[in-house]
């Protein structure tokens, strides 16, 4: 701890993201990263890209950017924010919309991220308890008090499908808690959606009160790039840009204007590349169902799964040392599951070959 810190620095408690090993032999399936590359369009936009105009600031506006995304979803330019990945989207949402006088509230098994940003900008928040088979209880939200208590709460967030159990809500779902609201702002974290849930985009037209949020890391494999958007009524995304300004004006670079650009107008590459992960996705769970694992509903690019037999932490011990990464949480409740990100056919062959020397046929 340095003497020079001050004191919101000393009590934070910064996020931890996946293990990135810096060695070539490991199979890593623990960061939930795209299994293959993105759209050859992607290469080739940031190729074409990459000349003397990098001498020039990038596009304050990201206009050409936003409009793409709001020609996919049937909304207007005003309606788009975008950032260098969804994590900063979700800080500036913090930040400009969810930091109020009352806690704000999210699932206690969620995105550890959420946390980590009421310590940053000093929000009181409520952790609400998923139920005994990890899912959000609807009637916790309807509507939304803070702490069983009588007053109301300051603001909602979730990711649907939730990470890291990949559980995902229906839209019709997602609709009750964001009607019940509508004086606060409900952010949907949907990182995972276009591997199996259905998103709330088209709800924005007729809540002001929500905002929804979406990654190119995940099905467009974007992750080196860091590209987020948010979707939301113009009063809403007013507030984002607010803070942007006041931030950091320029968060995209030129290479991935480009690149997001040509990802979201990529349709075809979009679906096929999804479509493979879903496939995969369920002869992964056949697969560990087949050894004894019992396998969460996931509508993600990855699986929450234990077995009874063995502990989550020895299992991911046993896997690293056969060169082969998962996620582990050593948290209450789920401390026994490791989150398998779904690779390649290939790779989770040669997953599900190592556990069944691990655990048994």
Same mark, same amino acid.
């Given at each position: ?11 934070? @408690? ?58 996919? =979803?049937?909304?207007?330019? @005003? ?8 994590? @900063? ?121 929500? &905002? ?18 948010? &979707? ?55 697969? !560990?169902?087949?050894?004894? =694992? @019992? ?6 690019? =990855? ?15 046993? !896997? ?17 599951? &490791? ?23």
């Amino acid at each position: 701890m340095s003497r020079y810190w001050n004191k919101l620095v000393v009590k934070l @408690e910064p996020y931890v993201p996946g293990e990135q090993p810096q060695t070539q032999n490991l199979l890593k399936l623990n960061a939930n990263e795209h299994p293959y590359g993105p759209s050859p369009k992607v290469l080739a936009a940031i190729q074409a890209q990459a000349n003397d105009s990098l001498r020039l600031y990038p596009d304050v506006n990201a206009k050409v950017l936003r409009q793409a995304i709001a020609k996919r =979803f049937r909304c207007t330019v @005003e309606q788009v924010f975008v950032g260098n990945g969804s994590d @900063e989207v979700l800080a500036h949402a913090f930040h400009a919309l969810l930091k109020q006088d009352a806690p704000l509230l999210f699932p206690d098994i969620t995105y550890s991220f959420y946390p980590v940003y009421c310590g940053l900008y000093e929000i009181d928040y409520h952790a609400i308890a998923l139920d005994a088979q990890l899912s959000i209880r609807l009637e916790d939200y309807l509507p939304a008090i803070a702490g069983g208590q009588s007053k109301r709460a300051g603001g909602i967030i979730f990711p649907n499908p939730n990470a890291p159990t990949g559980r995902a809500h229906a839209l019709v779902d997602i609709e009750k808690i964001v009607a019940a609201n509508q004086d606060i702002v409900v952010v949907v974290d949907e990182a995972y959606v276009d591997f199996g849930a259905q998103t709330a985009a088209p709800l924005i037209e007729k809540y002001p009160n929500l &905002l929804v949020v979406h990654t190119l890391s995940k099905s467009h494999s974007l992750a080196g790039l860091r590209v987020g958007y948010a &979707l939301g009524h113009p009063d809403l995304i007013q507030g984002l840009e607010r803070v942007k300004n006041s931030f950091n004006s320029y968060p995209l670079d030129s290479l991935a204007l480009a690149g997001a650009t040509a990802a979201i107008e990529d349709e075809e590459y979009f679906e096929q590349s999804r479509q493979a992960v879903i496939r995969t996705r369920a002869a992964l769970t056949a697969g !560990l169902q087949g050894f004894g =694992f @019992e396998v969460l509903p996931s509508a993600a690019n =990855f699986v929450f799964a234990r077995h009874p037999a063995h502990t989550g932490e020895s299992l991911a011990a046993a !896997l690293r040392a056969k060169n082969i990464l998962v996620r582990h949480f050593k948290k209450p409740r789920i401390t026994e599951f &490791l989150r398998i990100t779904v690779g390649t056919d290939a790779q989770i062959e040669i997953l599900l070959k190592a556990l069944q020397e691990i655990v048994g046929s």
